[in-house]
């Protein structure tokens, strides 16, 4: 038998409407014929789907050699009819009921992992306490592969989207447009594509558009279906045809005009959640019989199933007013005579224009968030964003060297740079690093208070007037003995990561002001100057300039960006930092910048203690 052949899928991440298509979607009949001509330039071939069915049949098959009841299902963007040229390929594994009592659920895992045919390395990550994820390329097709584990919710909703785009036959294609356009306004870098699906189905269910899954749920004819506790009942596939729900007389100009217009008048908030099984909209702390979500962030999407999960739960503040202008802008576009009159850049053109040239371009990629029930791990875009690198050399002899620099690095955003990781939930307290900042005025003697030694004569009360900088001196001790147990993370690393303070600014002066003890380590240092940068507690003269104007923006400051780590053939650690915005571009570029300086050198310093022991 020959072995099979497969065909890479090649970088198809980046689409730029140019010319000729332009004319083509100048040439459309109305707003539904371009947006059915974007679909179909979008979503997968005929060709990608045989490629990824291939690739699906190829691991399948390895895993049944080793385990034969076992199975493996494509879930996600790739089953569900939304996919892309570039989505990744999500398999569901389920395990082998024979030898669930032979071997645990980790041993299957490393089975797997282990005899994976013709993948790079697989890493293995929880995703919470919801399921397992196994990602890997796939080299001869260059597929980004995920297997879930234990996400048998995720299946379901893949198949409760089929089932919502066979009774709406325009829910495809607006979904398509939407996800578009949310990609070309530059905001999309905090939604996952089943996110942005998810705010389309809700407007579509909310306006009466389309069925809801309670009323379904309510419905005698509907089997009973139960996940995880959690009920996941909707019909049959030999029932579907009986829910179909149409409208001819309503266009895709008319949905794209109610669709803007109920976001505008909606005004997402953190203080109201969008149920996705009843498409209502709730008040977050409302005493009912529903559960309470994973996290409550400025955008609240209740997932259609596991009714606990916040699928929105990525979003910031500042990202939300930004998606809300968006909204507000492509409402007036919509509602103006030109965007119907079949003269120049007509209809969607005009939404997704590029202002600063006539070339309209659409970028696609993967999505970090792989959590999201339905999404299946794969998405679909970033837009005009910005991805700086940078490289740690391995210069000593440590082992696992990277894998401990790239733990390192984390713990230096969270403590160094008070950085939030929204992907575990937890919530920084900027009150956490306690901060020992005395000034004083003159050295004629010293006194030691507590952990902090300061050499002066007169204590400056906090409303005094700042004494000249070069009199003043902070000295700090620290006696905890750092003993080298740095935790050690899996390469390749994905995370997202929101920066809330400029805390790169104004560092290096008051980093000037701290007499370092010989008990004091490195990142106790940097911990101590981010938190007299917070509290300007104890910085004059010229160092306020350069302070006051981080705190003045603490409270108003934040952004986002994906951090990926990963290790080349000489054990070097590569990063890349990612700004999936077109905002704070010039803020992104500062803070790569410092870090260019400040890494390298923090390193090189830390490794020769904790590291060496």
């Not at 198809?12 to 014929?33: A, H, N, P, T, W």
């Not at 977050?284 to 999960?309: A, C, K, S, W, Y």
Request: aromatic fraction near 8%; proline fraction near 3%.
């Amino acid at each position: 038998m020959k072995p099979r052949v497969f065909k890479g899928v090649g970088n198809r991440k980046s689409f730029e409407i140019g010319k000729d298509l332009q004319e083509k979607l100048i040439c459309c009949k109305d707003v539904m014929e371009q947006v059915e001509l974007l679909q179909e330039e979008w979503k997968l071939t005929a060709k990608e789907m045989k490629t990824r069915h291939d690739v699906c049949e190829s691991i399948k098959s390895a895993c049944q050699k080793i385990l034969p009841n076992c199975d493996l299902v494509p879930y996600g963007s790739c089953a569900n009819g939304f996919g892309i040229h570039c989505c990744d390929l999500d398999l569901h594994y389920t395990r082998d009921t024979q030898r669930k009592e032979e071997m645990t659920l980790e041993q299957e895992v490393d089975i797997i992992t282990k005899f994976l045919p013709n993948c790079s390395k697989a890493v293995v990550s929880n995703i919470g306490e919801r399921f397992q994820l196994i990602k890997f390329k796939h080299k001869p097709s260059q597929l980004q592969c995920d297997i879930s584990i234990g996400n048998e919710l995720g299946v379901r909703n893949t198949e409760y989207q089929l089932f919502l785009c066979s009774i709406h036959d325009k829910l495809k294609p607006l979904v398509y447009f939407i996800r578009a356009w949310v990609r070309h306004c530059g905001v999309a870098g905090q939604l996952s594509s089943y996110a942005i699906t998810l705010l389309v189905i809700f407007f579509m269910q909310n306006t009466k558009r389309l069925v809801t899954l309670a009323d379904l749920q309510k419905d005698d004819r509907v089997k009973r279906v139960e996940l995880k506790s959690w009920d996941c009942s909707f019909p049959d596939r030999e029932e579907w045809h009986t829910y179909k729900q149409v409208n001819k007389e309503e266009t895709m100009v008319d949905l794209l005009k109610a669709f803007f217009t109920f976001y505008v008048e909606l005004k997402l908030r953190k203080s109201i959640i969008l149920n996705l099984n009843t498409a209502q909209v709730e008040s977050v702390g409302d005493d009912d019989d529903l559960p309470q979500l994973d996290r409550v962030t400025p955008l609240n999407i209740r997932d259609p199933f596991e009714l606990t999960h916040n699928v929105g739960g990525f979003a910031t503040q500042q990202f939300m007013r930004s998606l809300y202008k968006c909204f507000c802008d492509a409402r007036k576009i919509a509602y103006k005579k030109a965007f119907v009159v079949k003269e120049g850049k007509w209809g969607v053109l005009q939404l997704l224009e590029k202002k600063d040239s006539g070339a309209v371009t659409v970028q696609l990629s993967t999505s970090v968030d792989s959590s999201s029930t339905g999404g299946g791990g794969g998405s679909d875009a970033t837009l005009p964003g910005l991805t700086l690198p940078l490289t740690l050399k391995n210069t000593s002899n440590v082992k696992d060297w990277p894998s401990r620099t790239a733990g390192l690095m984390l713990k230096i955003l969270r403590q160094v740079f008070r950085a939030k990781f929204p992907m575990d939930g937890e919530e920084m307290d900027e009150q956490t690093e306690e901060t020992v900042t005395t000034m004083w005025c003159d050295h004629k003697r010293n006194i030691t208070n507590g952990d902090t030694k300061i050499s002066a004569g007169k204590k400056r009360a906090m409303d005094d007037t700042p004494v000249p900088v070069k009199r003043s001196k902070i000295v700090v001790h620290n006696h905890h003995n750092n003993n080298g147990n740095d935790e050690q993370v899996s390469l390749p690393l994905v995370a997202r990561c929101e920066l809330c303070s400029k805390l790169w600014e104004g560092r290096r002066n008051v980093r000037r002001k701290i007499v370092k003890s010989s008990n004091l380590d490195e990142l106790d240092l940097e911990q101590r100057v981010s938190a007299l940068i917070i509290n300007n507690g104890g910085v004059v003269g010229k160092a306020d300039e350069s302070t006051s104007s981080v705190n003045s923006s603490i409270d108003c400051f934040s952004m986002s960006f994906v951090l990926r780590a990963d290790v080349d053939t000489e054990d070097n650690l590569l990063l890349n930092f990612e700004l999936q915005t077109s905002e704070l571009r010039t803020d992104f570029v500062n803070f790569h910048h410092y870090l260019q300086t400040f890494l390298p050198s923090f390193m090189s310093k830390y490794h020769k203690n904790p590291f060496d022991k």
